[in-house]
């Protein structure tokens, strides 16, 4: 029995004789299928063809794990480091045991919560490898847990403060549960907002931007836009860590946020 790993969104699934025929997380819209077809590799396999993960701090309290060479979507996992515990956001398809060390090094993981599920990955892996902390999914995106476990403890959307000081917000958007988590300390006190790409930072670093599906362009309504600016109102965050290493809007975040979603209501609307 293997627990497969979908080669273009990396999420693991649960233990089989064979690979599944489809991944319903590529078939969605909002994702693909690889234009190599449905492919499918393991734990080892990607052991064995010589991936590692990178540790990098970005500030104080916080840190990337990020899988090098580049696999599947790409994106980084970020560790809350904090005197009352650890929250991982986000997560990737591989681990080994240098990553273990290191993240142990770090204090461990506390609890595990994520943007989306594209970005859900060996999820249950992680959680099994550091003592089994609760892993926080939203009902809305329930059907798009691909290994299901007693370790996955499913949120019903209202802000969850997962240890103090770090909050888990459900915004939608990109999917209907699309969360980020609110660090209040972070950025030396002004707070950080950690969105993968339910806010997703743009090349220009002092925009963000909105999409149902970035792949496969798909836009997103201006109402969806306005309901994520709602959710985030209430917090104060000088700055912006996206989901890939170097996304990060440096200062004045939570105004980069208004203006991109002005800006992009206003665009999405000149013809209507």
């Known amino acids: 029995m293997e627990r497969f790993i979908c080669k273009t969104c990396g999420v693991e699934y649960a ?3 064979s690979p599944p025929e489809v991944c319903p997380i590529c078939e969605d819209e909002r994702q693909y299928v690889g234009w190599e077809g449905q492919r499918w590799t393991t734990m080892a396999g990607l052991r064995d063809a010589g991936f590692r993960n990178e540790i990098r ?12 060479p580049r696999f599947c979507i790409g994106q980084r996992a970020l560790l809350v480091q904090t005197p009352h515990g650890n929250v991982l956001y986000d997560c990737i398809s591989y681990l080994d045991d240098a990553t273990i060390s290191a993240v142990e090094n770090l204090g461990g993981i506390q609890a595990i919560c994520l943007s989306h599920p594209h970005f859900y990955d060996s999820m249950v892996t992680w959680s099994h490898a550091f003592g089994r902390p609760p892993i926080y999914v939203p009902e809305a995106d329930k059907q798009h847990v691909m290994r299901p476990d007693p370790v996955i403890t499913y949120w019903d959307g209202r802000p969850l403060e997962l240890v103090p000081g770090v909050t888990l917000i459900q915004c939608g958007g990109h999917f209907e549960g699309s969360a980020v988590l609110h660090w209040a300390e972070g950025a030396d006190g002004q707070g950080v907002l950690l969105t993968g790409d339910s806010i997703a930072v743009a090349n220009d670093r002092r925009f963000v931007s909105f999409m149902t599906s970035y792949p496969n362009n798909i836009p997103m309504s201006p109402a969806k836009v306005r309901g994520i600016v709602d959710a985030i109102e209430p917090y104060s965050f000088g700055r912006i860590y996206g989901g890939w290493w170097g996304t990060i809007v440096a200062e004045d975040a939570k105004e980069a946020v208004r203006r991109s979603a002005e800006r992009y209501v206003k665009r999405i609307m000149e013809d209507a």
């Open 15 to 17: 233990e089989s004789d």
């Open 57 to 68: 701090e970005h500030e104080a309290g916080l840190t990337g794990i990020g899988t090098t």
